[in-house]
């Protein structure tokens, strides 16, 4: 996500004469694409949905590692050969890393963690995300490698942190959970278990371990068109689609594109807005680092829950800014103030927490399968508005952003009423809490329709 040359600041930076030039205009529509392609592959981590004989997690980040490789290649060498079709394709190759990585990467640290842990540990996906579109801002700027010279150089840096997984995959333990419940392998888990928790004292956690692995005795992996069609998956299927979707059409991707403008406005020069664009990006790398800290404290719901209201008010003041612009001098400054606000907020609670619902929601046969689902449909709403976002602002002007906030009140109101708290909890205490919500009236048990009931045999 954070590889240098996907965000919406290159492309005003590469000016070329001729048609390759005219064939940049769709490279960010090829690199969503390519990520909602690259989440659709890992319906599951044995490729197929059936048995024990897949590749691990190690195993499928290494061989994602590949597309970088290649498109590094491909970056590296476009100019010289003069070819806009390499950089198309490279920036294809980096969406599907990107697609494959944002849903691996959470799922491997969620599985690994301890339920003490799970959701800080989780939400470092997120940490580096924001550390990554930090990089590609300051690298971006054109005293580095966001002049016309050495473009090339900045599309190509992403071979870098390609290189360090590469060589530092090999080092990390395998998935605990993976080992004992997916493979069989209790020695193996519990060598596992060992490297990640440094002590040899695991009876208890281990004992959690054999519990869930009995629970998903004899069920096979589920299939993505198979979480819908399941009763005992419902909430879970819908806080995924409601949630996920939220994330993405909440506005804040529509908020960095609006930035540069809004930046002018408020009378930054034009030759200094690149530096004001990477506050923005420091300010969510900021605030999912407190949402680290204080994730396993406050809770998941009630992350979500303030991060949507403030985005919502932020929002709401941001609009009324852009209407009043024109008519009080200082409206600018606290239109930029609100794109700040906006971000801080963005980064609470739904940048990271979102993340990790699939983790937490479904039970190891249905996870692979609902970051399938999950990712498929952040990236395609991703993809949409980028499409969509320059017909809003030609249609609705400075209201543009109202759409956006309903989206933001839907998800406040949904989270509070409908998605349930897993803070500290085990996967299995999660489940049968869910399994109670799908199927409330199967889990209070039989009524007894016949005579009362003897309470005393005294004549």
Not at 103 to 117: D, F, R, V
Request: net charge negative; with cysteine.
């Amino acid at each position: 996500m954070g590889l240098p040359g996907s965000g919406g600041e290159l492309g005003p930076q590469i000016r070329v004469n001729g048609s390759w030039a005219e064939g940049m205009e769709g490279t960010v529509a090829e690199v969503r694409e390519g990520a909602r392609q690259g989440a659709a592959e890992i319906h599951s981590r044995d490729g197929s949905g059936g048995g024990n004989e897949g590749p691990e997690f190690r195993q499928s980040l290494l061989a994602n590692n590949v597309f970088v490789v290649v498109a590094a290649i491909l970056f590296a060498f476009s100019r010289r050969a003069g070819s806009f079709e390499m950089v198309m394709l490279g920036r294809l190759l980096v969406g599907v890393n990107a697609g494959v990585s944002m849903n691996i990467q959470p799922m491997y640290l969620g599985e690994s963690a301890p339920k003490e842990l799970r959701g800080a540990v989780a939400m470092t996906s997120a940490i580096f995300t924001a550390l990554g579109i930090v990089m590609g801002q300051v690298v971006g700027l054109r005293e580095l490698l966001g002049g016309p010279q050495a473009w090339p150089l900045l599309l190509a840096s992403c071979l870098v942190p390609g290189l360090l997984q590469l060589a530092s995959l090999p080092l990390l333990p395998e998935s605990p959970r993976y080992l004992l419940i997916d493979r069989g392998d209790t020695e193996a888990c519990l060598a596992a278990l060992q490297r990640l928790r440094g002590t040899s004292d695991l009876a208890l956690e281990l004992a959690e371990l054999e519990e869930e692995r009995a629970a998903c005795q004899g069920l096979q992996p589920r299939r993505p068109w198979e979480l819908f069609r399941d009763g005992t998956l419902r909430r879970q299927v819908m806080s995924l689609v409601v949630l996920g979707s939220a994330m993405e059409l909440c506005g804040n991707d529509s908020v960095y594109a609006y930035a540069s403008s809004v930046f002018l406005e408020a009378g930054v020069p034009q030759e200094k807005i690149q530096y004001a664009i990477i506050g923005t990006g420091c300010c969510e790398l900021l605030m999912a680092s407190v949402s680290c800290v204080v994730i396993e404290r406050v809770g998941r719901r009630m992350l979500l829950m303030g991060g949507y209201c403030l985005m919502t008010f932020w929002g709401s003041i941001f609009t009324v800014a852009l209407c009043l612009q024109n008519s009080f001098p200082w409206m600018p400054y606290l239109a930029m103030s609100c794109i700040f606000a906006f971000i801080l907020s963005f980064g609470i609670g739904p940048a990271g927490v979102t993340g990790i619902l699939a983790t937490e929601l479904f039970d190891q046969t249905a996870r692979p399968a609902a970051y399938m689902v999950c990712g498929a449909l952040m990236w395609t709403m991703l993809f949409l508005v980028g499409l969509g976002f320059p017909f809003l602002m030609e249609g609705l002007s400075h209201f543009l952003y109202v759409p956006f906030l309903g989206v933001c009140v839907c998800g406040a109101i949904y989270t509070g009423f409908f998605l349930p708290e897993t803070k500290g909890k085990t996967f299995l205490e999660i489940s049968e809490e869910l399994r109670k919500l799908n199927l409330p009236r199967r889990s209070q048990g039989p009524r007894w329709r016949g005579p009362d009931v003897i309470q005393s045999t005294e004549l």
